[in-house]
Nanobody
Framework: QLQLVESGGGLVQPGESLKLSCRPS????????IGWFRQAPGKEREGVAC????????LYADSVKDRFAISRDNAQNTVWLQMSDLKPEDTAVYYC??????????????GGRGTQVTVSS
C-alpha cells in the first residue's frame, strides 16, 4: 500500500521544540511536493507547510511562519518538519501527504495515520 508514515510527535511544554519525520512506504517521494497538515479536535484539517520536489520552494501557514521549518532529503527519501516555540494551539494530529507536483497543487494523497503533537504545561 502506498502511504506516507509520520513519526516524531509527543508531549511537550510551551516554548519547546519537536521534529517530525515523514517517510514513504512503497514509493519514492522524489518527484512530489510534500505538505504537512494538522487537524485539531473539532476543527478542519489545515495545511501547515509545503516543500517543492527539489526543496527550492517552501510555503507556510501564517500561524506557523518563523516557528516551523520544512525540509527534505530526497536521497534519504524523507521530509521533516522542525517545530520550534510550540504553543498550545499547535496541539493536533500532524499528517504528511503528497500535495502534487507543485505546492500550488491542492492534493492530499498517500496521507498516513498521523502523529500526535500535544503542547501543554
Amino acid at each position: 500500500q502506498l502511504q506516507l508514515v509520520e513519526s516524531g510527535g509527543g508531549l511537550v511544554q510551551p516554548g519547546e521544540s519537536l521534529k517530525l519525520s515523514c517517510r514513504p512506504s512503497g514509493f519514492s517521494l522524489e518527484f512530489y511536493a510534500i505538505g504537512w497538515f494538522r487537524q485539531a479536535p473539532g476543527k478542519e484539517r489545515e495545511g501547515v507547510a509545503c516543500i517543492s520536489s527539489t526543496g527550492g520552494l517552501t510555503l507556510y501557514a501564517d500561524s506557523v511562519k518563523d516557528r516551523f521549518a520544512i525540509s527534505r532529503d530526497n536521497a534519504q527519501n524523507t521530509v521533516w518538519l522542525q517545530m520550534s516555540d510550540l504553543k498550545p494551539e499547535d496541539t493536533a494530529v500532524y499528517y504528511c501527504a503528497k500535495q502534487g507536483y507543485s505546492c500550488r497543487d491542492q492534493g492530499y494523497e498517500y496521507g498516513g495515520r498521523g502523529t500526535q503533537v500535544t503542547v501543554s504545561s
